[in-house]
């Protein structure tokens, strides 16, 4: 079964307390699903269209525990904590294998 993964990359961070308020409650959401955080932040070396600000890769045994996660009342409630806190592109994809 194809493993399920969330990337997130910030555009923006306005307000970091925001953000620090969000990671703590989305990894009780995560890790109820089995998600495994890969990458989170550390160094970007972006290339064309590509922004060098925070990157975040979560893997998920399955494309639909990770869209289960995303969808759980538990990560809605890290949304609100985030509410407008960072600017980001967030998927979901799933794995080729």
């Known amino acids: 079964m194809p493993k399920g993964y969330w990337i997130s990359v910030y555009r923006t ?16 959401a995560v890790q109820p699903w089995g998600g495994r955080t890969l990458v989170r932040g550390g160094r970007v070396a972006a290339y064309d269209a590509g922004i060098a600000e925070r990157t975040v ?24 904590a985030l509410s407008d806190g960072v600017e980001r592109d967030f998927r979901i994809v799933e794995g080729i294998d």
């Open 13 to 28: 961070i306005s307000d970091p307390e925001k953000l620090a308020a969000y990671n703590k409650l989305a990894r009780s």
């Open 57 to 80: 890769l979560v893997e998920f045994d399955s494309f639909e525990q990770a869209v289960a996660a995303r969808e759980s009342a538990t990560y809605q409630e890290a949304l609100v």
